[in-house]
């Protein structure tokens, strides 16, 4: 199916602290830069991927694109409206058109609450069902992720991770969303439950004509199911480029770095393994100039001394490297 290039949600170098407060009297000392300058568009109908090592930023930025969190700069434009600039009566209106997915199936659901009430109460919460039409519309929500109507019933702790992460997307589904932030659904999963959840994922987006941010570190899960893929390090991004070209256009040292170190199945292939040596950075003092230069093979001294803009080098590609 043919994608729309409609700009659907679009973010102007967005950045996130998050600050350090010491003493008596917590006075912040210093600050965590999680998210630092991020420019990005999404497409309607498409599914963008996200992919980094752990601790770059990318669940900060999914949660800042929701206005979870609040960007301490920069514009986020949802449908063409700058929603930071929001108060919290039009968060509200637009919250049933953003929805996520997260991480961890059990530390998301109330393990209070049985499963029909974790599905339900955002229809309560937005005034879309309530008495018998709520309970139907739950009951066709747990049918279309693969539950039968009895699990209404019982509490998340009856279930296993792939069953509580089909309520999780029942749950998001519920207000009928345009936008869905999946971040890492699938890493917490057995490898057999997670091509399910992914073609659960994908087959929901055809029929509800949704659109995506998956955010994973996993890059051949990110490449089967997005059409373009984000490159993040260190709460930058390094390189954006279309899905299919990753593993064999990919132009930033890490992003070859990334692909470099996934494991190939066939013992007739061999891949040259690129190993960055050095610890990440730590985003309270990220480096002067390029993020990745302390852990670079190429860097160079202006790699050091100025920072690489993020700028198309090819239709539809864009790498932020002085070497490219």
């Given at each position: 199916?043919k994608?729309?290039m409609h700009?659907?949600?679009?973010?102007?170098?967005?950045?996130?602290?998050?600050p350090?407060?010491?003493?008596?009297?917590?006075?912040?000392?210093?600050?965590?830069?999680?998210?630092?300058?991020?420019?990005?568009?999404?497409?309607?109908?498409?599914?963008?991927g996200?992919?980094?090592?752990?601790?770059?930023g990318?669940t900060?930025?999914?949660r800042?694109?929701l206005?979870?969190?609040?960007?301490?700069?920069g514009?986020i434009?949802?449908?063409g409206e700058?929603?930071v600039e929001?108060?919290?009566?039009?968060?509200?209106?637009i919250?049933?058109?953003?929805?996520?997915?997260?991480?961890?199936?059990y530390?998301s659901?109330?393990?209070?609450?049985?499963?029909?009430?974790?599905?339900?109460?955002?229809?309560?919460?937005?005034?879309?069902?309530?008495?018998?039409?709520?309970?139907?519309?739950?009951?066709?929500?747990?049918?279309?992720?693969g539950l039968?109507?009895d699990?209404?019933?019982?509490?998340p702790?009856e279930?296993s991770g792939g069953?509580?992460q089909?309520?999780?997307?029942?749950?998001?589904l519920?207000?009928?969303?345009?936008?869905i932030?999946?971040?890492?659904?699938?890493?917490?999963?057995?490898?057999?439950?997670?091509?399910?959840?992914?073609?659960?994922l994908?087959d929901?987006?055809?029929q509800?004509?949704?659109?995506?941010?998956?955010?994973?570190?996993d890059?051949?899960?990110v490449?089967h199911?997005?059409n373009?893929?984000?490159?993040?390090y260190?709460g930058?991004?390094m390189?954006?480029?279309?899905?299919?070209?990753?593993?064999?256009e990919s132009?930033?040292p890490?992003?070859?770095?990334l692909?470099s170190?996934?494991p190939?199945?066939?013992?007739?292939?061999?891949v040259?393994?690129?190993?960055?040596?050095?610890?990440?950075p730590?985003p309270?003092?990220?480096?002067s100039?390029?993020?990745?230069?302390t852990?670079c093979?190429?860097?160079e001294?202006?790699c050091?001394?100025?920072?690489?803009e993020?700028?198309?080098?090819e239709?539809?590609?864009f790498v932020?490297?002085?070497l490219?």
């Amino acid at each position: 199916m043919k994608k729309t290039m409609h700009i659907f949600l679009q973010t102007n170098n967005v950045i996130k602290y998050f600050p350090i407060k010491s003493g008596i009297f917590s006075r912040e000392t210093d600050r965590v830069q999680a998210v630092r300058g991020v420019t990005l568009t999404i497409h309607k109908g498409e599914t963008l991927g996200l992919v980094g090592e752990s601790g770059c930023g990318k669940t900060t930025l999914g949660r800042v694109i929701l206005m979870l969190y609040k960007p301490d700069s920069g514009e986020i434009f949802f449908k063409g409206e700058n929603i930071v600039e929001y108060g919290r009566k039009d968060l509200r209106r637009i919250r049933k058109d953003m929805q996520m997915i997260f991480q961890d199936p059990y530390s998301s659901l109330n393990p209070r609450m049985k499963v029909g009430n974790i599905v339900g109460e955002a229809l309560t919460i937005h005034n879309l069902a309530h008495g018998k039409e709520k309970t139907e519309k739950v009951i066709r929500l747990l049918e279309i992720v693969g539950l039968r109507k009895d699990v209404m019933d019982k509490y998340p702790h009856e279930f296993s991770g792939g069953q509580r992460q089909r309520i999780g997307i029942a749950r998001a589904l519920a207000v009928n969303p345009e936008f869905i932030i999946c971040d890492e659904p699938v890493s917490a999963l057995d490898v057999s439950i997670q091509a399910q959840v992914i073609n659960l994922l994908q087959d929901l987006q055809e029929q509800f004509h949704l659109t995506y941010l998956f955010i994973s570190h996993d890059l051949k899960v990110v490449e089967h199911i997005s059409n373009r893929i984000a490159v993040m390090y260190l709460g930058k991004i390094m390189e954006l480029m279309e899905s299919r070209k990753i593993f064999t256009e990919s132009l930033h040292p890490y992003t070859k770095a990334l692909i470099s170190a996934i494991p190939i199945i066939d013992p007739q292939k061999r891949v040259k393994r690129i190993i960055l040596e050095g610890e990440v950075p730590s985003p309270i003092h990220p480096p002067s100039g390029c993020p990745f230069h302390t852990r670079c093979p190429l860097a160079e001294a202006r790699c050091k001394a100025t920072e690489p803009e993020l700028r198309e080098v090819e239709p539809n590609h864009f790498v932020a490297c002085h070497l490219v």
